[in-house]
C-alpha cells in the first residue's frame, strides 16, 4: 500500500456555512457570515477572530490561521486501538487571529469563553505538567482545577475594535478554565517538543479564536483549535514543524493539558484534510493516504445530524471504552487491538467478559469496515459504502454501546427516506450521525428526521451538510 504523507495547505473555497453560524459563532461571527455571503472565499471565523483580536489588544493581528473541523466517515474508537479511520475536514474551521508580544506572556481569547487568559509561558510546564505524570486513559488527566468553569455557556460578543473587554484573568497554575487548556496546551506542547529552546526561542503571543465548528457535536472543534493554534505559532514562533508532528502537539495538549483520553484520529485528519478527498490514516504508523471520496461526482451530499446532545470526552463512558479495549489487547497478549483479526474473536469471546467482547468484537470489525470501505471507494465508487456505514452504525450501537435514541433515530429515519448510508459519527453518547444522501433527496430525508424527532419528544436537531474540504492554511 502506498502512503502520501504530503500535507494539504492548498485553498479551499468553501467559506462560511451560514446555517451553522447559530451554534458557534458570537453574535460579531454570525453578522459577519452575513456580510460575507457575498465572498464565500473568507470564513466566517476568520473575521471574527479578527474582530476579536482588535477588541482584545487595541491593534491588528500579525496574521489569521485556520483549521478545520472533521466528520468520520467510518472507523469509530478504532484511533486509540492502533486501527484505520477514514475522517475527512470539513468546510466549518476553526480561526486564530495572533501576533507575538515581547512579554514572554501568553494571552487567549475566544469568542466562545466571558474572558481572556494570560499566563507567562514559563508557567505553562507549571500548569500543565510534564507526562510520566500522565494518569492511564480510565482516569483523565489534569483534574478538576484545569475544569473549573463550563465552557461557553455564554458566547461572547466581542466588542468594536479596542472596546469593551473584561481584563484577563492572570491564571494561577492549575486553575486555567477548561477551554483554554486546548491553545495554552498546545503552546505547551510546541515549548516541549523543539529541543533547543531557550530563553528567548518563544516570545510572547495574543491569539484570538473563532470558530464557526459546531461545538461537541462530534465534529472535533477540539482538533480545530488545535490545529488553529499550532499552524499559527508554527509559523509565528519559526518553529518548522510539519503538519503531522503539529496534529501530534495537539493530541498531547488534548489528553494531558485537557486531560481527554482521545486518539490522534482528529489531529489528523484536521490537519491532512484535502478537498473531495478522505484521510485514510493507519494510527499505529501515522501514515496517511488520501482516498478520493467522488461524492459531488456522484450526486451524494453527507448530511450531519446534529442532535444538540453534549457529550464529554474527559468524563465517563469514552474511558470506560478505552479500559475494556486495553484489557482485551493484554487478555490476547497483543500490543494493541489492531493486532486482532476476526478470526481471533472466537478465543476473544473465551477470554473474555461479554462486555468486553463485545467492545473487541466492535474494534475489530470496524478495522476491517474500514480497510474495506477504501477499497470499495476505489472499486465500486461512493454509492457503494452505504452498508458498510450501516454496519458501523449497528456495532457501535449493539456492541460498543456508545450510541443514544437520537443518533438511532437520525440514522433509522435517514435510511428509511432513502439515505444510502448512515452512522453516528464521533465519539458517541451525544454529538451527530452522519447520512449520505442523494443531493435532491437531502430536504426531504431533514423534514423526516426533524418529524421523527418532534414525535419522540427529543430537541430539535440541527441539519447541515458538509463538504470534504482542506486542511490547515493562513487565511490573512
Ligand atoms: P468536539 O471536539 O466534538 O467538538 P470536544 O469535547 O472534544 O468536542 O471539544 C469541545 C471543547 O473544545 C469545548 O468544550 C471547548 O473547551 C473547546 N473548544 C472548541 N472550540 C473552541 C473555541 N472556538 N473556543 C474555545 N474553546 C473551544
Ligand atoms: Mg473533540
Request: proline letters at 7%.
Amino acid at each position: 500500500m502506498t502512503f502520501d504523507r504530503t500535507p494539504a495547505l492548498s485553498d479551499d473555497t468553501a467559506g462560511a456555512d451560514p446555517s451553522v453560524t447559530d451554534t458557534a459563532l458570537g453574535d460579531s461571527g454570525a453578522s459577519a457570515a452575513r456580510r460575507l455571503r457575498s465572498a464565500p472565499t473568507v470564513p466566517a471565523a476568520v473575521t471574527a477572530a479578527e474582530s476579536l483580536f482588535r477588541a482584545l489588544t487595541g491593534s491588528d493581528p500579525a496574521g489569521v490561521w485556520s483549521a478545520p473541523g472533521r466528520a468520520n466517515l467510518i472507523g469509530e474508537h478504532t484511533d486509540y486501538n492502533d486501527g484505520f479511520v477514514l475522517p475527512f475536514a470539513i468546510q466549518h474551521r476553526t480561526a486564530a487571529a495572533a501576533r507575538l508580544r515581547a512579554d514572554g506572556r501568553i494571552r487567549v481569547a475566544s469568542t466562545f469563553a466571558a474572558e481572556p487568559v494570560e499566563v507567562a509561558l514559563d508557567d505553562l510546564e507549571t500548569l500543565f505538567p510534564a507526562a510520566g505524570a500522565a494518569p492511564g486513559p480510565a482516569e483523565p488527566a489534569g483534574g478538576a482545577s484545569r475544569r473549573l468553569e463550563t465552557p461557553g455557556s455564554a458566547p461572547q460578543t466581542p466588542g468594536a475594535a479596542g472596546g469593551a473587554l473584561p481584563g484577563p484573568v492572570d491564571e494561577q497554575p492549575g486553575t486555567v478554565p477548561e477551554w483554554a487548556a486546548y491553545p495554552l496546551g498546545v503552546a505547551w506542547a510546541l515549548r516541549a517538543l523543539v529541543p533547543t529552546w531557550a530563553a528567548g526561542t518563544f516570545a510572547g503571543v495574543d491569539i484570538a479564536i473563532a470558530s464557526d465548528v459546531p461545538v461537541g457535536a462530534g465534529l472535533s472543534s477540539s482538533a480545530a483549535i488545535e490545529g488553529a493554534t499550532s499552524t499559527a505559532l508554527n509559523e509565528l514562533w519559526g518553529l518548522g514543524l510539519d503538519p503531522v508532528v503539529l496534529a501530534q502537539a495537539g493530541r498531547r495538549a488534548e489528553n494531558e493539558a485537557v486531560g481527554a483520553p482521545t486518539g490522534i484520529m482528529d489531529q489528523m485528519a484536521s490537519m491532512l484534510g484535502q478537498a473531495d478527498a478522505a484521510v485514510f490514516l493507519d494510527c499505529r504508523s501515522l501514515e496517511t493516504r488520501s482516498v478520493p471520496l467522488g461524492f459531488a461526482e456522484a450526486g451524494l451530499e453527507v448530511l450531519v445530524i446534529d442532535t444538540g446532545v453534549k457529550h464529554a470526552h474527559s468524563t465517563g463512558g469514552y474511558g470506560e471504552r478505552r479500559a475494556s479495549c486495553e484489557r482485551g489487547a493484554a487478555a490476547l497478549g497483543v500490543p494493541a487491538l489492531r493486532d486482532v483479526t476476526p478470526a481471533d474473536l472466537p478465543r476473544a469471546a473465551e477470554l473474555l467478559d461479554e462486555v468486553d467482547f463485545r467492545r473487541v468484537r466492535h474494534v475489530v470489525t470496524e478495522d476491517q469496515r474500514v480497510l474495506e470501505t477504501v477499497a470499495v471507494l476505489a472499486a465500486d465508487g461512493p454509492r457503494a459504502i452505504g452498508e458498510l456505514l450501516v454496519a458501523s452504525h449497528a456495532s457501535m450501537r449493539d456492541d460498543f454501546e456508545i450510541s443514544i435514541p437520537e443518533l438511532d433515530t437520525a440514522v433509522d429515519v435517514a435510511l428509511a427516506h432513502g439515505a444510502v448510508g448512515a452512522r453516528m459519527t464521533g465519539g458517541g453518547f451525544g454529538g451527530a450521525a452522519i447520512a449520505l444522501v442523494d443531493h435532491d433527496l437531502v430536504p426531504a430525508v431533514s423534514e423526516a428526521v426533524r418529524a421523527a424527532f418532534a414525535e419522540a419528544g427529543f430537541a430539535a436537531p440541527h441539519l447541515f451538510t458538509v463538504t470534504p474540504s482542506s486542511g490547515p492554511r493562513r487565511d490573512v
